[in-house]
C-alpha cells in the first residue's frame, strides 16, 4: 500500500515538472534530464515511470483532457443554460486549458498529423464517451434549430479559434506583438470575449433568417 503510494505521489510530482518544463521550454526544447531536475529525481526513475518525452507529454494530456472534457458534456447538455452561456463557457474552458498547457495544441496537431488515428486513442485513454459527442450535437441542433452540419461547422469554429493563437505563437507573439509576453497573453485573453460573441452573433444571425 506505502509502495502503490508512493509510486503515485512521484508519477504526479513528474507530472507536475514535466507540464513546468514544458510550459516554459516547449515540447520540442524540452529534455527529459531538466524534467529529472525539476522533479528531484535521478534520469533512470524517470524513464523508468515513462521512456519517452512524447509518452510523458501523452500521459498528460490525457489526464488534462480528462479533466477538462467531461465538466464540458453537462454544461453543453444543460438544458437550464441558455446558448450564450454555453458559448462563453465552451470558449472559456478551451482557452484556459490552453494558457494552462500552451504546448498542447503544437504537440496536438503534429502528432495527429502523423497518426491520424491518435485523438481517437487520447479520447479513449482519456475515459470520454464518444456519443456523448453525438448526443451535444442532437442537443444543440434541436435547441437552435440547426442542422447537426451547421452545428458541426460551428464547434469546429469555436476550437479552431481557440487553438490557433496558441498553435501559431511565433507568428502572433513574435509579428503582431514583437516578441512582447505580455501584450500576447492579454491578447489571448482578450480571445475568450471575441470568439464567444462571434458565434454568438452568427447563431443569432443564422437562426432569425431560419
Not at 508519477?11 to 520540442?28: C, N, P, T
Not at 496537431?109 to 482519456?126: C, D, G, M, T
Not at 464518444?130 to 469554429?157: P, Y
Request: charged share 30%; hydrophobic share 45%; proline share 3%.
Amino acid at each position: 500500500m506505502i509502495a502503490k503510494k508512493y509510486e503515485k505521489d512521484t508519477e504526479s510530482k513528474i507530472l507536475e515538472a514535466a507540464r513546468r518544463v514544458f510550459i516554459q521550454k516547449g515540447l520540442d526544447g524540452a529534455r527529459m534530464q531538466e524534467i529529472a531536475d525539476e522533479a528531484g529525481i535521478n534520469k533512470a526513475l524517470l524513464h523508468y515511470y515513462f521512456r519517452s518525452k512524447d509518452k510523458l507529454f501523452m500521459k498528460i494530456f490525457i489526464v488534462e483532457f480528462g479533466n477538462f472534457f467531461p465538466r464540458l458534456i453537462p454544461v453543453m447538455l444543460s438544458k437550464d443554460m441558455d446558448i450564450d452561456r454555453k458559448i462563453r463557457h465552451f470558449v472559456d474552458g478551451y482557452i484556459e486549458l490552453f494558457l494552462k498547457n500552451p504546448f498542447l495544441p503544437a504537440f496536438v496537431i503534429r502528432e495527429i498529423n502523423r497518426n491520424p488515428n491518435l485523438f481517437k486513442e487520447f479520447v479513449k485513454e482519456s475515459g470520454v464517451d464518444i456519443k456523448m459527442l453525438n448526443s451535444i450535437l442532437t442537443t444543440l441542433s434541436d435547441e437552435l434549430g440547426l442542422a447537426q452540419r451547421e452545428i458541426m461547422h460551428l464547434l469546429v469554429t469555436l476550437v479552431s479559434s481557440c487553438i490557433f493563437p496558441f498553435a501559431g505563437k511565433p507568428i502572433i507573439e513574435g509579428v503582431l506583438f514583437d516578441g512582447n509576453e505580455k501584450e500576447y497573453r492579454k491578447f489571448l485573453e482578450e480571445r475568450k470575449i471575441y470568439v464567444a460573441e462571434f458565434a454568438i452573433n452568427y447563431i443569432k444571425h443564422n437562426t432569425k433568417n431560419k
